[in-house]
């Protein structure tokens, strides 16, 4: 098994799986992006992931709505994106206003159609291990491990944070069966948090604390995954992105380390367009299993 867990190669094959599938069912899948206001890292994010929509021979929109735009006109526009047959997949920006109800807005959004997997049906679907979308970011890290050749049976895996978007989501497809992970989720308020991680077979961070996990936290031969994506400010006073991990001082101490950047993050646009696929799917009532064609592509990488 390789030492540093490159996102590259990983999203290199599920872009292969993408356009395998799609060659074997011509369509032009169609994602509705809608963001609201203009916060300078989603305008980035959001940016990346139009540039991409080619690649992977789908659609993008993006529908940019002004910060006093309001709720009601959110949540009309996404029952109408909803219902279009145009549409396939719909992936509502973050972060929305203060003022918006998210758990409303997430609600609202067509499960089948929902890309980000943050309807309560998609989570509960997680929860009940049944077919349905996986949010992009915990699903980079279960395509990284199954990349990479490491099995989550019986390992005491713990997870730092508990977020709807990374650590509970993540912690409920690693106690899926076919996963068998063991699993501790850690998070603000958690005692002896060092402890625990020592006792990690596999580390998953998911803070946002740059560098918090140092080599005195983590035992000899741990898997550690990074989600972590944090701007601090470098050598040179240029803006940098770190992880939770402290990489340099882990290195050696590790089995194996994800980087940042340039691990999970980079996998995550190949998901997306991997769930808006699956979506464009559903919508022609192909009853074909994405999940299939990834397998296949990383056993040929094997
Ligand atoms: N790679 C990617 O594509 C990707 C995607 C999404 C997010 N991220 C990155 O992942 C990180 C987490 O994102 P998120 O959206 O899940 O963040 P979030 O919603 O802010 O959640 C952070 C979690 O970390 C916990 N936490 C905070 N301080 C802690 C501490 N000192 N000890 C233990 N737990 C602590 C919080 O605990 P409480 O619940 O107790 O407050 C919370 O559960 C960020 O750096 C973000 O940029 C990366």
Same mark, same amino acid.
């Not at 369509?27 to 203009?38: A, D, H, T, Y």
């Not at 609202?108 to 929860?127: E, F, T």
């Given at each position: 098994?390789?030492?540093?867990?490159?996102?590259?190669?990983?999203?290199?094959?599920?872009?292969?799986?993408?356009?395998?599938?799609?060659?074997?069912?011509?369509?032009?899948?169609?994602?509705?992006? &809608?963001?609201? @206001?203009?916060? /300078?890292?989603?305008?980035?994010?959001?940016?990346?992931?139009?540039?991409? /929509?080619?690649?992977?021979?789908?659609?993008?929109?993006?529908?940019?709505?002004?910060?006093? $735009?309001? *709720?009601?006109?959110?949540?009309?526009?996404?029952?109408?994106?909803?219902?279009?047959?145009?549409?396939? @997949?719909?992936?509502? *920006?973050?972060?929305?206003?203060? =003022?918006?109800?998210? =758990?409303?807005?997430?609600? $609202?959004?067509?499960?089948?159609?929902?890309?980000?997997?943050?309807?309560?049906?998609?989570?509960?679907?997680?929860? %009940?291990?049944?077919?349905?979308?996986?949010?992009?970011?915990?699903?980079?890290?279960?395509?990284?491990?199954?990349?990479?050749?490491?099995?989550?049976? @019986?390992?005491?895996?713990?997870?730092?944070?508990? =977020?709807?978007?990374?650590?509970?989501?993540? /912690?409920? &497809?690693?106690?899926?069966?076919?996963?068998?992970?063991?699993?501790?989720?850690?998070?603000?308020?958690?005692?002896?948090?060092?402890? &625990?991680?020592?006792?990690?077979?596999?580390?998953? $961070?998911?803070?946002?604390?740059?560098?918090?996990?140092?080599?005195?936290?983590?035992?000899?031969?741990?898997?550690?995954?990074?989600?972590?994506?944090?701007?601090?400010?470098?050598?040179?006073?240029? /803006?940098?992105?770190?992880?939770?991990?402290?990489?340099? %001082?882990?290195?050696?101490?590790?089995?194996?380390?994800?980087?940042?950047?340039?691990?999970?993050?980079?996998?995550?646009?190949?998901?997306?367009?991997?769930?808006? &696929?699956?979506?464009?799917?559903?919508?022609?009532?192909?009853?074909?299993?994405?999940?299939?064609?990834?397998?296949?592509?990383?056993?040929?990488?094997?």
């Amino acid at each position: 098994m390789e030492k540093v867990l490159s996102g590259k190669p990983v999203a290199a094959a599920l872009n292969k799986a993408a356009k395998r599938i799609l060659a074997e069912h011509p369509m032009e899948p169609k994602m509705l992006l &809608i963001q609201v @206001g203009s916060e /300078a890292a989603s305008a980035y994010y959001v940016q990346s992931i139009l540039k991409n /929509a080619a690649k992977f021979g789908c659609k993008a929109e993006l529908m940019s709505l002004p910060d006093d $735009s309001g *709720q009601d006109y959110l949540l009309k526009q996404i029952q109408r994106a909803n219902t279009d047959p145009y549409v396939h @997949g719909i992936m509502i *920006q973050k972060p929305l206003p203060k =003022s918006f109800d998210e =758990s409303l807005i997430n609600l $609202s959004v067509n499960p089948d159609k929902d890309l980000d997997a943050l309807n309560p049906i998609n989570l509960g679907r997680i929860m %009940a291990e049944t077919e349905g979308f996986l949010p992009c970011t915990p699903a980079a890290v279960i395509y990284s491990l199954k990349y990479y050749g490491i099995d989550p049976v @019986g390992k005491n895996t713990v997870i730092l944070g508990r =977020s709807n978007v990374v650590g509970k989501p993540l /912690a409920n &497809i690693l106690l899926w069966k076919k996963l068998n992970a063991t699993v501790t989720v850690c998070h603000s308020r958690t005692a002896n948090l060092a402890d &625990i991680c020592r006792n990690a077979d596999i580390l998953i $961070s998911a803070i946002g604390i740059p560098h918090f996990v140092k080599a005195d936290m983590v035992k000899e031969n741990a898997v550690l995954i990074d989600v972590g994506i944090n701007e601090i400010t470098g050598a040179e006073g240029k /803006a940098i992105y770190v992880g939770d991990m402290d990489y340099k %001082a882990l290195y050696d101490k590790a089995l194996a380390l994800t980087p940042v950047p340039g691990g999970i993050g980079r996998i995550t646009t190949s998901l997306l367009y991997l769930n808006l &696929i699956k979506a464009a799917l559903i919508a022609k009532g192909i009853n074909k299993s994405v999940d299939e064609y990834i397998d296949l592509v990383f056993v040929e990488n094997t």
